[in-house]
């Protein structure tokens, strides 16, 4: 089997796109056979070297590799152009006020689809089509049809929104001489509204998948499950288990829905599956990418702790600044945070809070805990009446990931001293803070 992604290097990678190309992939990795990657672009004025870059980026980053190319068809005009003599000579085409056309023979053009059976196309309804404009430039579906053949493509596995050209590239191909390679066309993504997907429905891109933070393996589960089951129960499956089970005679002929909402959740799952020392390397690489903490800047060790302390309630990459940046940065509660403590007697809670933290012989989230829920009962109130002004005075918010972990995360010493600059802030000092008296 021999299949072939080909892109437009118009724009970033759609979603749409990365699904068609991971269907190829797996196709390709499951049958021993070869992934072909083509830029498609003949399109001068909208393809820029900048463009491919990013969906080659994007294409790594989803770990598909590909066997052969990444062939340029621009490159590829004096071939397309010598396709185009033959078929005037034969007869199948003709030249026009400068442009050259296909001619359309009477009858029809029957492509027996491996998603949607058998599809009819009377040549009535189809016009003689230009294949080369009047500045001697070939059309697409020339080229598409030339390359397919001259790259011995088996199988074209494609969006439907590539159907009506399926036909003409089927009648040129025919023209040339050669049989055809076997169609399969994807239906559509919508979106959760039913709509045809677009940025109004969040991240329509890998590019902007990979900057909020997911997964490469979570979005290829995910993709691989628009449009296609391994049954109707399974939902997480590996990619050794869509190589060796994915085909096309699974894949339903209805528009599949993409919802974000569910990808994040398929991603926490796998982000709460991974070894710690896998999740601090995937951290460091996109808080580095994302241009928030670079690498050489890291805290190592305040890294590893934070996302051990978190990794239980991150759904992506990008939770973990927001949720647990604190232990790598100190953030200072917000005025009204203060007015919360001030407000609330949660001064004094926090100075006793304090004391008991001080005088613990181990740190670890068991020790602290056992320390913080003492106090709450000897003062008869709820542990978050003890658990929020501490976690107020570590991370500058009432959100964080366990209070106890989030300390462990800190150390000792400096959650201490995260603790003393707000009671210093509010009271003068920890001691003067004792004066106050609960209010």
Known sequence: MRVRFAPSPTGELHVGGARTALYNWLLARGSGGSFVLRIEDTDRERSTAENRDRILEALRWLELDWDEGPYSQAERAPRHLEAIEQLLASGHAYEDEGAVRFRVPPGETVVHDLIRGEIRFPHEAIKDFVIR?????????????????????SHVVRGDDHLSNTPRQLMIIRALGHEPPAYAHLPLLLGPDGKKLSKRHGATSVEELRARGYLPEAVRNYLALLGWGLDDRTTFISTEQLIKHFSLERVSRSPAVFDEQKLRWMNGHYLRGLELD????????????????PRDRLDRERLRAAARASQEKLQTLADFWPLAGFVLERREPSEELRSWLLETGGVERLRLARERLAALERFDPPTIEEALRSLAEELGVKGAAIFQPVRVAIAGSKVSPGIFESLAALGREEALARIDATLARLGGSPAAARSSGPR
């Not at 404009?133 to 493509?153: E, F, H, K, T, W």
């Not at 951290?283 to 928030?292: N, P, S, T």
């Open 278 to 293: 896998d999740l601090v390397e995937r951290l460091a690489e996109y808080l580095d990418r994302q241009g928030i903490v």
């Open 133 to 153: 404009r009047s500045d001697g430039s070939p059309l697409y579906n020339l080229a598409v049809a030339v390359d397919d053949v001259d790259m011995r493509i």
